[in-house]
């Protein structure tokens, strides 16, 4: 199916996580134990069981979920973390949505301020930049030979995806926010089956995940993107840096194309 791919963006985003694995698995823990604080059965909250799935596909051992979840019900009730996103401009005008899980508002504000006005940006107000992007489920499956493209969009399309972006070595499916989590659960499901159907071998093969996910979440994807000179881009990649190693931002998203040798 048709539609430009974000892949290569999100390349950039994977190679950080995996050499910050310890800091990337915090902040999910903390995103995780939110929202468990209400109700921590994934069965029945759906906004837990999105984000279960968005910390395992980022490789989150399930015994840090499981910690997570736990930590809902004790060290969680002693603090107050409110979800917020800012809006601003980058340099060169480019645009930033920064999402946060803070404890403490003025300071996570003054952080983010100080951030972007470093780096040759600045804070916007709420809406300055975020009609520039769509709310979208958001789902990279691993591109194998066992998995060819007719199979994985007509996966995607009996389950109610928008759109299969199909790249050399992931598959990108898009939902609305609304179908992201029954596309989701459809997929599992079919990579159970997979897996129950697929001959025995070794043992280590028996389970093998058949549909390979490799990212899973509602984002912010732009709608159109802009290009930056080197030296421009230099400074805009050491400001989305600096952001995602903030402990209290969770996301950052953006509408600058990152070239391929960049990532």
Sequence with gaps: MSGHSKWHNIQAKKGKADAAKG????????????????NPNPETNSKLADIIAKAKAANMPNDNIQRSIKKASGEMNGADYKELTYEGYGVA?????????????????????????????????????????????????ERTVELDEDTITEYALEAGADDVVVSDDVYEIYTTPEAFSDVRKYLE???????????????????????????????????????LP??????????IDALEDHDDV????????????EE
């Design 250 to 261: 969770q996301n950052v998203y953006h509408n600058v194309e990152i070239p391929d040798d």
């Design 230 to 239: 080197a030296d421009k881009l230099e400074t805009f990649l050491k400001m």
């Design 189 to 227: 499901t079919k990579n159970a089956e997979l897996v129950a159907a697929a001959p025995k071998g070794r043992r280590n093969d028996e389970e093998e995940d058949k549909i390979k996910f490799v990212q899973a979440e509602v984002a912010m994807i732009p709608q159109n993107k802009i290009e």
């Design 93 to 141: 005008g480019s645009a930033v949505i920064v999402t946060t899980l803070t404890d403490n508002i003025n300071r996570t504000a003054g952080d983010v301020r100080a951030i972007l006005g470093k780096h040759g940006g600045s804070m916007g107000n709420t809406g300055c930049v975020s009609y520039n992007f769509e709310n979208k489920g958001y789902i990279v499956i």
């Design 23 to 38: 800091r990337i698995f915090t902040k999910l823990g903390r995103e995780i134990a939110v929202a468990a604080k209400t």
